[in-house]
């Protein structure tokens, strides 16, 4: 961003991502300082982001594109 800022830009498929969360990216521990919405150039700064919700967050480093961050329980394979 315009302060020097990292932007993660991240979905939410499961659960929710609340500010001060730590999260294993990159293979360290990195902690989220801020979730931010962003409608165009604007964003608006939230403390909780549910499932299903776009974002961006500051406070991570380490990640990189398509990597997963966190995790989901597995559904078990459909029986024939």
Request: hydrophobic share 30%; charged share 20%.
């Amino acid at each position: 961003d315009q302060q020097g800022n990292r932007l993660t830009h991240m979905k939410i498929t499961g659960g929710s991502l609340k500010v001060k969360a730590q999260l294993e990216c990159g293979g360290k521990q990195e902690k989220v300082n801020q979730i931010r919405i962003y409608s165009g150039a604007k964003f608006t700064t939230v403390d909780e982001a549910p499932a299903g919700t776009l974002c961006a967050v500051t406070g991570l480093s380490a990640g990189s594109a398509g990597e997963g961050l966190g995790f989901e329980s597995s559904c078990p394979a459909p029986l024939l």
